[in-house]
């Protein structure tokens, strides 16, 4: 057993982990962390790399994560192990969504069970602390909070990693937490001003503006957007106005309006982040923080065709999260394939 792992001190080979070029010729490893009697499983260079959204690994080297006192083992197991158990899983989830697409089948749900809207969303790529990172305010449930997956590597291909922030408010933890950890982070809304405390004098940029369809029907009388004078522009118009060919991380909260983003700006673009972290809201939702129209008729098939339809656009569901109010759910998805 190699001695206790320091990221700042320790090299990788005393760590226990191999180089890059050993790691792809043994077809992948994988490190098993111990901390506090926790084990927690990382896939290291090449497949696992290449799933938490890092397409160069050949060209950016693995770097363990801060772990004090960790103790690291290397563990070598057959290359195709690993992939084809996260391939088999993955289909086992797209058949669930599936069948809980089709017409009907909400009749079959367990309406008694809490969050029973998004029941047949079953975890598709299950990765756990430290690669997936919780960023939420000190002391507030996950239900309150957003997942990075790869937090470590998010800047180890060659570029700066880029976030979008959208639906502030008075709450900008996870802005400002991805600008500190070094990632160009940008936060977008269109109901608060600049002088606003929770984007003013901050490490991230904030717009003024809405990112979505501005003359999508769902704002028409709109209690959230009465007064006019909102700014909207779409997503793909967004990222060429800023000059980003790559989106590392989405991470919106905006009360339903959601769906109308998926339906008629993020499903369609061209360009898609390469992970997502939202709260879906469905039919049912208080109506004192989700306004009804936007999710009326969303419910548990609207939920599993989404779900779907960004799994065979490359996404696996990493994490949910659901709220206190049963009709509303954090998700965190992770793109694995084009």
């Known amino acids: 057993r190699p001695p206790p792992c320091s990221h700042v001190s320790g090299s990788r080979r005393q760590c226990g982990f191999p180089t890059a070029a050993e790691a792809r010729a043994m077809g992948g490893a994988s490190h098993v962390f111990r901390c ?19 397409r160069q690994a050949s ?18 197991a057959p290359p195709t192990i690993l992939p084809e158990a996260f391939r088999k899983l993955a289909e086992a989830a797209r058949a669930e969504l599936e069948r809980g ?5 909400a009749e079959l749900a ?45 800047n180890a291909t060659g570029r700066k990693c880029v976030v979008y922030g959208m639906g502030i408010a008075g709450e900008s933890h996870f802005e400002q937490t991805m600008a500190e950890s ?9 109901t608060i001003k600049p002088d606003s405390p929770a984007v003013k004098d901050k490490a991230f940029t904030f717009h003024e503006w809405c990112i979505g369809p501005e003359k999508s029907k769902i704002n028409k009388n709109n209690l959230y957007l009465v007064g006019g004078g909102l ?18 991380i989405l991470k919106f909260d905006i009360e339903g309006f959601e769906w109308t983003l998926f339906e008629e700006d993020l499903l369609p673009a061209s360009i898609l982040p390469n992970q997502l972290s939202f709260e879906l809201h469905t039919e049912g939702a208080n109506t004192a923080f989700v306004p009804p129209e936007p999710v009326k008729g969303k419910s548990f098939e609207e939920v599993n065709a989404l779900i779907l339809r960004l799994f065979d656009l490359g996404y696996r569901v990493v994490d949910k999260a659901v709220n206190y109010d049963q009709f509303c759910s954090e998700f965190t998805l992770v793109r694995v394939a084009d």
């Open 110 to 154: 367990d309406k008694k069970k809490h969050g029973w809207v998004f029941g047949s969303v079953l975890i598709s790529m299950p990765l756990a602390q430290p690669i997936v990172v919780p960023v939420r305010p000190r002391g507030a449930p996950p239900s309150e909070g957003k997942n990075v997956v790869g937090m470590q590597v998010l």
């Open 101 to 105: 697409a089709q017409p009907g089948a």
């Open 182 to 190: 070094g990632c160009e982070t940008h936060a977008f809304d269109c």
């Open 59 to 76: 060209k950016a080297p693995f770097r363990p994560p801060t772990l004090k006192g960790a103790e690291v083992t290397t563990t070598r």
């Open 36 to 54: 506090g009697g926790l084990a927690f499983m990382a896939l290291c260079v090449g497949y696992g790399v290449h799933m938490f959204g890092v």
């Open 231 to 248: 700014r909207f522009k779409t997503f793909t118009s967004t990222l060429k106005e800023l000059g980003h060919p790559v989106l590392d």
